[in-house]
């Protein structure tokens, strides 16, 4: 993140979420908001994907990841009694403003400074009302911890709670991101977290498509001044995980997205690829 200057990435999710609402008509991940929050630049960010093949693996990953989250908080909030949401790194997400679980849900949206102050400006000149049932927690995750943004906030650790934290692990050390599971994997209410990786590249040293992509994300992201910080091996992030109170993990590789949500269209390459994590302690 560039000093006091709202994250670039953030950005760039977001309109790859409106594009795919437009290009793709939102199959995988419907998102009435998705245009409106972009404001006056919402059509010609559009046109550019549209005119940039090469960004459609990236899109459907992200609307992936979205689609796979909201599914899985639903099914908390069905099933296990969730009432507290926390989004982190929250981005341009649009839940909490079309939520259909008014009162019964209350929602923390948890970002750097800089980047939430532009997201409610933002959302006030497209006249998105804010939820009552919105809390804004500003933390920047390399210098606070969660724990006292959460705390400043109201949030109350005794109520089981769904974290998601899509298209943030990647710009962290590996320190903030231990730091922050194990935050999430403590916390007495009990708590489940959903959240995207990239695995290192090729240990054979060849370089292939996946590596190549991914090159060329981490150039790009880069010069917007997010360079990616950490990636992990699948099994030791299990394990990782396991023991920092973590007793379920589902982890969606590239095969297991292409399966679940592609297995009649063209998707994201079956063999290497970002993954999904839903990693719940309870
Ligand atoms: C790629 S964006 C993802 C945003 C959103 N979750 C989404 O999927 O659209 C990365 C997010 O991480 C946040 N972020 C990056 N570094 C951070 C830090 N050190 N502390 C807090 N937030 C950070 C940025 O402000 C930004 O909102």
């Not at 899109?59 to 909201?70: D, H, N, P, Y």
């Not at 948890?110 to 500003?138: G, N």
């Not at 973590?246 to 969606?252: C, N, P, S």
Request: aromatic residues 10%.
């Amino acid at each position: 993140m560039q000093q006091g200057k709202p994250s670039r990435t953030a950005w760039g999710a977001a309109v790859h979420r409106a594009a795919h609402q437009v290009l793709e008509h939102g199959f995988i991940f419907n998102d009435p908001l998705a245009m409106r929050i972009l404001g006056a630049d919402a059509e010609g960010a559009v046109r550019e994907a549209e005119n940039d093949p090469s960004r459609r693996k990236l899109r459907l990953f992200i609307a992936v990841r979205t689609r796979f989250a909201e599914d899985a908080l639903a099914t908390a909030v069905a099933r296990c009694g969730v009432r507290q949401l926390v989004v982190l790194g929250a981005g341009l997400d649009t839940y909490a403003y079309r939520s259909s679980l008014g009162e019964g849900l209350r929602i923390f949206e948890v970002d750097h400074p800089a980047t939430q102050a532009w997201k409610r400006q933002r959302l006030s000149e497209a006249a998105i009302p804010v939820p009552r049932t919105l809390v804004f927690a500003p933390v920047d995750f390399e210098l606070e911890t969660l724990a006292d943004g959460l705390a400043a906030a109201g949030f109350d650790a005794a109520q089981p709670t769904f974290f998601t934290w899509l298209g943030v692990v990647p710009y962290l050390t590996e320190q903030a991101v231990f730091s922050t599971l194990g935050f999430i994997g403590s916390l007495p209410g009990g708590a489940q977290v959903v959240f995207d990786y990239g695995n290192p590249p090729s240990s054979s040293g060849k370089q292939d498509e996946y590596g190549a992509v991914r090159e060329a994300l981490a150039a790009r992201v880069a010069s917007l001044g997010e360079a990616f910080e950490s990636v992990f091996e699948t099994d030791a992030l299990h394990a990782k995980l396991r023991a920092l109170g973590f007793r379920e993990v589902e982890d969606l590789g590239p095969g297991s997205i292409r399966e679940r949500y592609f297995a009649k269209r063209g998707g994201p390459s079956p063999d290497r690829g970002g993954h999904i994590v839903r990693a719940t302690t309870a």
